[in-house]
């Protein structure tokens, strides 16, 4: 960043420990190890049924990855309701880039960052004069006006309504013999979710410079009050620009490996707004601008939402708002403001801070 | 392109633009005079539809006839939500506003589809469903033309409401300055949730025509509140006079589009999402 002014935060950085990024980074450290070795722990604890145990840690995980990546947009500001366009346009471009070229499977990830962050950029560009609701209607607006456009190219090319397959990253052999059956689907599940801890490590990393940086500064310097923001020597448009194509640029990737782990895209599932609503919700019920809440959150309501799942088959999104309204009217600052109010509440309170 | 349909596009569309209007005046009502961005407008107009589907399937009613009962059932929700969310929301951040009505969205879809299923219902036996006038090679659709003169008389009447009654000039004070008009001695928390309550009962009777128009699925409601959202966008936020030119000509643009280009009907939303874009994004451009 070229700001010449030093960055003046209209309010204090307070909270971040002396350790700061260091601590942070060896934090994550252990946080991917225990991860990484998640699969055989449970592998050896619970045998077959490890399958199905995995399969709701991809969702946890995958749904950190949302989760955290709209947080970074949501730290300048901004509403951003076109999480689905980026997530859609990662899946559909891995699914196009293996269709029509010889490409090498492993490609398509970071390719579909690259298209998804490209179109953030052009979204951005056009809209980085909006702000509060004129751009969160965009945004919305926006995602719509993608998914009409892939579903209107060629059918060679997208596949239409209908959609198109894509090859699995993953395909485990069964030898006979060596193997039980299960091990097949177990092997797979372990693939993916490596490579979706991968996924969250490079998201958290991400948060976590930005945190440590003068971005952070000049984020919140945006979001509390663009024009102070600008005057003060801090272009809102750039850095309102810097978060959305870092974030669009994640969840492009996690569009793609979904979309392999799913085996195939369709306009109407992939640009689900249902995307939107688990991207948003998430990080407001662990807390909006942290890197640890929209994480935490992710654990607890993917566990939530697989029971309730069982119950409500059609509705079960109806604990999403729930969720997302209550958090709202009783705990603006999500799970970790609830943690620190209880662990500070002997301290002296630090009135006047308001992040909403 | 076959311009012969002309004519019966431009009316499709001018029918089509009083419950454009009909929904939109009522987000406009609630932008402008209460200031909240409500995300879950198009869902009022959702749960309307289908209160009217369930009283027909129900009770036998006429659509005509459950417009009396879904109209204060709608008032009140409106009411009750007001009451127990919006209220404690008044001043904080935009973006609480917004996550708030997004989240009541999101409640009221899911708990219609958990209800109703994720299917199209319709209110297909009324008798006057089929009825229409043909007007040399323009037909006219009973339907249509009788949600047209509905709308019309609803719209009219919200202006003349907002023009010429106590509880309209109110409002109007209330949106201008909201101190001001508690100094003046205006209940300005009562105004307020009487503008959401009417706000979602126009939406509830728009929802009302719908379930006899088309075969609504509970998942139309977030496409309503972006039409209404694109239409007052065009308006201009907060202007509830410009809703009815705005809706013209969205519902006409549509229109045409879906009659005249070929492949027209899978582009119709295209039309609406297209207008919202190029609308903020010149403005946002013009302004600075």
């Known amino acids: 960043m070229s700001v010449k002014a030093p960055v003046a935060a209209p309010v204090p950085a307070k909270g971040r420990p002396r350790g700061g990024l260091v601590r942070d980074l060896v934090l994550l450290v252990v946080f991917a190890a225990i991860l990484v070795a998640l699969p055989s722990v449970l592998r050896s604890l619970f045998g077959q049924a490890s399958v199905s145990y995995l399969s709701l840690a991809i969702r946890a995980v995958g749904l950190a990855v949302l989760a955290l990546s709209w947080d970074i947009v949501a730290r300048t500001g901004q509403l951003s309701l076109a999480h689905a366009a980026f997530y859609g346009a990662g899946a559909y471009s891995a699914a196009v880039l293996l269709k029509l070229t010889g490409a090498p499977i492993w490609l398509s990830m970071p390719v579909a960052g690259v298209v998804a962050a490209l179109l953030a950029l052009v979204l951005g560009a056009a809209t980085l004069r909006l702000y509060g609701i004129y751009f969160a209607i965009a945004s919305l607006a926006f995602t719509e006006v993608v998914k009409v456009i892939v579903q209107s190219m060629p059918f060679s090319i997208t596949g239409g309504t209908v959609g198109t397959n894509l090859p699995p990253l993953f395909r485990p052999v069964f030898v006979a013999g060596e193997m039980e059956r299960w091990e097949v689907a177990f092997l797979r599940n372990q693939g993916y979710f490596l490579v979706y801890v991968g996924v969250l490590v490079l998201t958290i990393v991400i948060s976590l410079l930005i945190q440590n940086s003068r971005l952070r500064h000049a984020f919140t310097a945006v979001r509390t009050n663009e024009f102070v923001a600008g005057v003060m020597g801090v272009n809102p448009a750039r850095n309102k620009l810097i978060a959305f194509v870092l974030s669009s640029f994640i969840v492009g990737m996690l569009g793609a490996v979904e979309a392999h782990r799913f085996g195939s895209v369709n306009p109407d599932v992939t640009f689900s707004v249902h995307t939107t609503v688990l991207a948003l919700v998430t990080p407001i019920f662990g807390g909006l601008y942290t890197t640890v809440g929209p994480i935490l959150a992710a654990g607890v309501l993917s566990g939530l939402e697989e029971t309730l799942k069982r119950v409500l088959s059609d509705g079960y999104l109806v604990a999403y708002g729930v969720v997302l309204v209550v958090s709202i009217l009783f705990m603006p600052r999500g799970l970790v403001g609830l943690f620190k109010k209880l662990t500070t509440r002997s301290r002296t309170q630090s009135g006047g801070e308001h992040d909403g | ?288």
């Open chain 2, 1 to 288: 392109m076959d311009l012969s349909l002309l004519p019966q596009a431009l009316i499709s569309g001018v029918l089509a633009a009083g419950l454009y209007a009909l929904v939109s005046v009522g987000l406009a009502l609630a932008i402008g005079v209460i200031g909240i961005v409500n995300f879950a407008h198009g869902e009022f107009f959702m749960v309307g539809a289908f209160f009217a589907y369930q009283l027909f399937v129900s009770f036998g009613f006429d659509p005509l006839l459950s417009i009396l009962f879904v109209a204060p059932a709608l008032f009140l929700i409106g009411a009750l939500l007001y009451q127990t969310t919006i209220r404690f929301v008044l001043k904080a951040p935009e973006l609480n506003q917004m996550l708030l009505t997004f989240g009541i969205g999101i409640i009221l879809q899911n708990l219609a589809l958990s209800i109703w299923g994720g299917d199209p219902r319709s209110i297909g036996a009324v008798p006057y469903r089929a009825v229409g006038i043909q007007l040399g090679n323009v037909s006219i659709g009973l339907v249509p033309l009788g949600s047209f003169v509905i709308s019309v008389l609803l719209v009219g009447g919200l202006y003349y409401v907002l023009a010429r009654t106590p509880i309209g000039r109110a409002m109007r004070a209330v949106a201008q300055n909201r101190i001001g008009a508690g100094l003046v001695g205006l209940e300005v928390n009562r105004v307020y949730l009487i503008a959401f309550a009417l706000s979602a009962l126009l939406a509830g009777i728009g929802g009302v025509m719908i379930a006899v128009i088309q075969s609504p699925t509970p998942t139309i409601g977030l496409a309503f509140t972006l039409k209404a959202f694109a239409i007052v966008v065009l308006a201009g936020l907060g202007n509830i006079r410009g809703i009815v030119t705005a809706s013209l000509l969205v519902a006409v643009s549509e229109s045409l589009v879906a009659t005249l280009l070929p492949n027209g009907d899978s582009l119709r939303n295209a039309v609406f999402f297209a207008i919202i874009f190029a609308t903020l994004v010149y403005r946002s451009w013009r302004k600075l």
